[in-house]
């Protein structure tokens, strides 16, 4: 989320969006509550929690945990405290509620307590002997982060980290509690040495929890499109021709790619989509403007597919990626 984002009228635009497409309210509203906590309207990203688990919601466990750790930033801390015991005590399969639960502690000094939720996640969602699943990374690093805040001794998850981790800077550098002393430095080799060890580190957090839907552009079928140009022919300064919309689409990712953006994706357009989500907007789908936002809301949906492809290609011709605009 960039820092200039107005989030209490993001906020809005989500909550009209899943009142439109209820089988994906569940996605759209944990993203509106995302931007109401981070507008400081807690008390509404609360009630959008509650909304969420007194229905059916896929993933029960990761909106308590969020409830929890938003509930304590505004002074609840007792709900919180209990929130997180209930999410040890069922022992959810999927990494997210852990973390969120776990660092919710840290963050309010409860070292001890973030350190026994990270090794019980650890312990129960990591084999030692098999691979380290790529989700479960920001538990091994949040592990190792308290554990060194608490000067523990290494010991093999400890070490499993360190392997797991992708950054250029050790870990025990990263999360080396006198770090912070030398913030207070003046010595400018010191403060550029902390420069590049802050850099290091949001690297290694931008790998392991990536965004939280793909930075995704927009695809129109054949079909698709001579039917949008049919409708609006203005739209034609934009795709002079199918050949060369999925030319720009392919090259646009790799610019991306290049450019160290993670999490790219595809969102196949419709018509029909796009003239509803036009009038939602209350704008006429000739707005230029409205396509990059239409694509976005269709990736907060979790209809984009990654991108670069493994089998056949994106575009639809039954060619393998490699052998079609992979090439």
Not at 219 to 244: G, R
């Amino acid at each position: 989320m960039r820092p200039e984002t107005d989030h209490t009228a993001e906020a809005e635009r989500l909550l009209r969006t899943a009142a439109q497409y209820p089988e994906d309210a569940e996605q759209l509203l944990l993203h509106a509550a995302a931007h109401l906590e981070l507008s400081g309207e807690r008390e509404r990203a609360t009630t959008l929690y509650d909304d969420l688990l007194a229905g059916t919601p896929r993933h029960p466990s990761l909106i308590r945990a969020l409830k929890a750790s938003n509930l304590w930033e505004y002074g609840h801390e007792a709900e919180a405290r209990a929130i997180i015991d209930g999410i040890r005590t069922t022992a959810p399969r999927e990494p997210s509620p852990w973390v969120i639960a776990a660092e919710a502690l840290e963050s309010h000094d409860e070292l001890q307590q973030a350190h026994e939720v990270f090794t019980e996640a650890v312990t129960l969602l990591i084999s030692e002997a098999g691979p380290t699943p790529p989700d479960t990374l920001p538990l091994l690093l949040g592990r190792h982060r308290v554990r060194r805040l608490l000067a523990l001794e290494h010991d093999t998850w400890d070490i499993r980290a360190d392997e797991s981790s992708t950054a250029t800077v050790p870990l025990d550098e990263l999360h080396d509690p006198k770090r912070l002393w030398s913030l207070g430095s003046e010595d400018p080799t010191e403060l550029r040495a902390e420069i590049a060890r802050l850099r290091a580190e949001l690297g290694t957090y931008r790998a392991a929890l990536s965004r939280p839907f793909p930075v995704a552009v927009l695809h129109w079928p054949n079909t698709e499109l001579t039917e949008l140009l049919a409708a609006y022919p203005s739209l034609a300064s934009e795709y002079p021709s199918h050949e060369d919309h999925l030319t720009t689409i392919e090259s646009s990712l790799r610019e991306l790619s290049a450019s160290g953006t993670p999490n790219l994706g595809i969102v196949t357009a419709t018509v029909p989509s796009y003239e509803a989500f036009a009038a939602s907007e209350a704008s006429s789908p000739e707005d230029t403007s409205l396509l990059p936002q239409y694509a976005t809301t269709l990736a907060a949906r979790g209809r984009a597919v990654g991108w670069p492809p493994e089998g056949g290609c994106w575009c639809g011709s039954g060619v393998s990626y490699g052998g079609c605009h992979g090439g």
